[in-house]
């Protein structure tokens, strides 16, 4: 079984730039997540799916950061503005159902902002 | 006050001895509790879930759960080279519709010596 795909691995921007990152989950997963991991910290939720509509997205920075699950498969997410401080790892993690002990976790995209 | 405290070491013991590691939560809604393990460059993946108060054992790995004391541990036996990691506790809740929320403690970087 395939993990959870995600792109790019890294990339490097400057602040006030855009930027996406892509994820495709596992096959038949419907749940997917969005995760911000700074730097000595734990994984912080930003954005929750189930098929393609959104569950919770209490974390997300919505000025800045957006995503989007579109037929309920991958999701993008963006961020436009970049700061500073959107510099972290973003991982993104399924699971087969809304059970939190099922989810897997792809390798994450490590974002520095200069 | 943070939900979930872990101490994020670093530590670092010879190999071959026993390891304790430990969080403490203030949220009595949490009813699923993880150990998840993160190699450098990598995502997290699950080591060890419990539901309940109690001991769980996995091969080398005993999970710990005190609910009254809102305190948890995961203690590494005959501890090798290749533990050495970012240990993550987990704790999961309720959200609306059902579905269960991650929070995750800031991680204990763990190094074994040969």
């Known amino acids: 079984e395939a993990g959870v795909a995600q792109s790019p691995r890294y990339k490097i921007i400057e602040k006030r730039q855009s930027v996406a990152f892509w994820c495709n989950p596992i096959?038949?997963?419907?749940?997917l997540y969005w995760y911000q991991q700074i730097l000595g910290q734990g994984p912080k939720l930003l954005i929750q799916?189930?098929?393609?509509?959104?569950?919770?997205d209490s974390q997300l920075p919505k000025d800045r950061f957006s995503a989007e699950r579109l037929k309920g498969v991958d999701s993008t997410l963006k961020i436009q503005p970049a700061k500073l401080e959107d510099s972290a790892v973003y991982l993104c993690?399924?699971?087969?159902?809304?059970?939190?002990?099922?989810?897997?976790f792809g390798p994450g995209t490590r974002l520095l902002v200069l | 006050q943070k939900e979930v405290e872990q101490d994020p070491g670093p530590l670092s013991v010879p190999e071959g001895a026993i390891v304790s590691l430990n969080c403490t939560y203030s949220?009595?809604?949490?009813?699923?509790f993880m150990w998840y393990r993160q190699y450098s460059r990598k995502g997290p993946e699950l080591l060890m879930y419990?539901?309940?108060?109690g001991n769980k054992e996995d091969g080398r790995f005993t999970a710990q759960v005190d609910k009254s004391s809102k305190y948890i541990s995961l203690f590494i036996r005959d501890s090798q080279p290749s533990d050495s990691a970012t240990y993550l506790c987990?704790?999961?809740?309720?959200?609306?519709?059902?579905?269960?929320?991650?929070?995750f403690g800031q991680g204990t970087r763990l190094t074994i010596n040969p």
């Open positions: 987990a704790m999961s809740g309720t959200l609306g519709q059902g579905a269960q929320k991650l929070v």
């Open positions: 096959s038949g997963h419907a749940t």
């Open positions: 419990t539901y309940s108060s």
């Open positions: 799916f189930q098929n393609n509509g959104v569950v919770d």
């Open positions: 949220n009595s809604a949490f009813q699923y």
């Open positions: 993690a399924s699971s087969l159902a809304r059970t939190v002990k099922t989810q897997y």
